[in-house]
């Protein structure tokens, strides 16, 4: 199973950015889709991005597309996700997660479809 640890999470004012980065160990990232999701208070989980194991292909929630761009480094088992133009609704607990191979477009979205976690990071944004 894949280790994952992110970091980067902080306060920032609306229209501020932030980069938050997930590292990997126990496993190469190299064969594995990697995927941000996010939980409000009081929400639910949902999926922010998500980039299959070459960074080729890019998936986005409508919520955050044109904001915020998901890249990858697998030399460096790192994940990240840069978020810019960042609204007080973007207020979460940013958790990045692995799923060895490719789920298929249809389910690269599902949180089910990811069987490795790191702990979170907070990111608030006042407004």
């Known amino acids: 199973q894949v280790q994952l640890v992110e970091s980067g999470g902080g306060l920032v004012q609306a229209g501020g950015s932030l980069r938050l980065s997930c590292v990997a160990s126990?496993?190469?990232?190299?064969?594995?889709?990697m995927g941000w999701f996010r939980q409000a208070p009081g929400k639910e989980r949902e999926f922010v991005a998500a980039?299959?194991?070459?960074?080729?292909?890019?998936y986005y929630a409508d919520s955050v597309k044109g904001r915020f761009t998901i890249s990858r480094d697998n030399a460096k088992n790192t994940v990240y996700l840069q978020m810019d133009s960042l609204k007080p609704e973007d207020t979460a607990v940013y958790y990045c997660?692995?799923?060895?191979?490719?789920?298929?477009?249809?389910?690269?979205?599902?949180?089910?479809?990811?069987?490795?976690w790191g702990q979170g990071t907070q990111v608030t944004v006042s407004s």
């Open positions: 980039i299959n194991w070459s960074g080729g292909s890019t």
């Open positions: 126990g496993r190469t990232l190299s064969s594995y889709t």
């Open positions: 997660a692995a799923r060895y191979l490719f789920p298929g477009r249809s389910r690269v979205t599902s949180q089910a479809q990811y069987d490795s």
